[in-house]
């Protein structure tokens, strides 16, 4: 018997502890403090009438128009010319421009040709071995045909310079080159008027 009553009384202080957890998480025992008020200090607040507005307007408006002038620019200081640009643009005809266009296009095939001749006598000379115990300024001639892709398919000697070791060393020279990669990527035009079939002048300095 005094086990169950000490038993009893445990479970009662138990549920009296969990009981008033429970009341404390759901807020049972929050109490509000007191309200406060929004403003701090009280704020003086002067009322003005209807008549008194408009009077502050009407003093206001003086003011403006005694700081600020207005000029006003009369209708005959203004230029009422009418502005053209035509007279600025010169007037150019259709074939004027087609033959502009034309003109600038043949400069740069020109320039373009230029360039890859120069690459090509380049490549041969660096390619040259100079023959042992040679004389200096022979020139000789050669005639190289060359394939779209810049690959040398045929070489002949159209001139000689009168010195044979002179003329082998230059068709050697070309046969090391082989093959001029840059002219795989030129217009067809251009190759087949310019370097299908050239003329190199060799006098390697």
């Known amino acids: 018997m005094r086990i169950n009553k000490i038993y009893l009384e445990a479970s009662f202080v138990s549920f009296v502890i969990h009981a008033s957890i429970i009341l404390y998480l759901l807020g049972f025992f929050y109490f509000e403090s007191?309200?406060?008020s929004l403003l701090?200090?009280?704020?003086?607040?002067?009322?003005?009438?209807q008549d008194n507005v408009?009077?502050?307007?009407?003093?206001?408006?003086?003011?403006?128009?005694?700081?600020?002038?207005i000029n006003e620019i009369p209708d005959s200081a203004i230029d009422k010319k009418s502005i053209s640009f035509d007279s600025l643009i010169p007037s150019i005809s259709l074939n004027d421009l087609i033959a502009e266009d034309k003109s600038i296009s043949t400069d740069y095939e020109e320039n373009q040709i230029d360039i890859l001749s120069s690459y090509i006598i380049e490549n041969i000379q660096s390619a040259w071995r100079k023959?042992?115990?040679?004389?200096?300024?022979?020139?000789?001639?050669?005639?190289?045909?060359?394939?779209?892709?810049?690959?040398i398919i045929d070489i002949n000697l159209i001139k000689s310079s009168g010195?044979?070791?002179?003329?082998?060393?230059?068709?050697?020279?070309?046969?090391?080159?082989?093959?001029?990669?840059?002219l795989q990527d030129i217009p067809m035009s251009i190759?087949?008027?310019?370097?299908?079939?050239?003329?190199?002048?060799?006098n390697p300095s």
């Open 34 to 36: 007191q309200e406060r």
């Open 40 to 49: 701090s200090k009280p704020i003086e607040v002067s009322l003005i009438f």
């Open 54 to 69: 408009k009077e502050i307007k009407k003093n206001n408006s003086i003011l403006e128009t005694k700081n600020f002038k």
């Open 131 to 151: 023959p042992i115990n040679i004389q200096d300024g022979l020139v000789c001639d050669l005639r190289l045909s060359i394939n779209k892709n810049g690959r």
């Open 163 to 182: 010195n044979l070791r002179f003329d082998n060393s230059a068709l050697k020279a070309v046969q090391r080159v082989e093959t001029f990669s840059f």
């Open 191 to 202: 190759y087949n008027s310019n370097f299908r079939s050239i003329v190199i002048t060799f």
